[in-house]
C-alpha cells in the first residue's frame, strides 16, 4: 500500500477546486516519483472564500484534517499559504503587494454601485472557482492580511522554509503587485528562480521546475524526465 503524501494548494484570486495548475500537478506529480518508492502524493486544492478572515479559518480546518507536508501558493493565494506556519512553502508568483491594491479599493466599495461594478470586471470563470464580491469589509481585510503573513517571514522571525518562483514576463511585475524585491527584502535574495514565462505558470514550467522543486523539499527522489 502506497504511503499517502498530502500537498495543499492555495489557489489564487478568482481561482478554485479547478485551478490549472493544481490540475497539472496533480495529473502528472506521482509520474516523477520512482514506482517502488511506495509514495503517492496527493494534490488538494479547495476553493475558498475571497474575505481573507473567512478564508483564514476554512483554511486552518484543512490542513487540520489533511496534515499536508508541504503547502503551495499561488498568486494572491500566497498571503494565506504563507501564513500558515510549521509546513515548508513553495509559491508561484507570489503576489505579495496585491493586497495594498485591495485595500485603496476599499473606499471605492462605499460608493454606491461600485461593488456591482467591480464584481462585474474581476467576474471568475465558470466552474468551482471563487466568487469576487468587492465589498468595503471584505477589502479593508486585506492589509491587515499582509501584515499577518509576512510576519510570518524570515525577516520578522518566521522559521519556515520559503521558496518562490517567478515569470520573466509576468504583466503584473509593471504595477509591481508581483514585486521581486519585496519578496527579496522578507524572504531573502536566495529563496527564489525565475522562469521564461508568465504570471500564468505553464506546463512545461511546472513541469520542469515546480515539481522537481516539491519533491527536492520532501526529501523524494525525481525521475528525470529528460528535458520536460
Known sequence: MPSDINILYIHGMGGGGDSRIPAILKQNINDFIPKDSGIYINVVVRTYDFDPEVARTQIAGWVEELRPALIAGESLGALNAIRIEGLP???????????????????LALIPGMTWILDMIYRPKPGDRQRLHFTFRTLRHYREHRRKALS??????????????????????????VCRDTWCRYFGKDSFETYPGTHFMEEEYVLSRLVPKILSVLGIDCIDKGGV
Not at 153 to 173: I, L, M, T, V
Request: glycine share 8%.
Open 152 to 177: 510570518c517571514s524570515p525577516a520578522n522571525g518566521g522559521k519556515d522554509y520559503f521558496y518562490a518562483f517567478f515569470g520573466e514576463y509576468d504583466h503584473y511585475c509593471k504595477s509591481r503587485i
Open 89 to 107: 512553502h513553495i509559491l508561484v508568483s507570489p503576489s505579495l503587494n496585491a493586497p495594498l491594491y485591495l485595500g485603496y479599493l476599499a473606499f
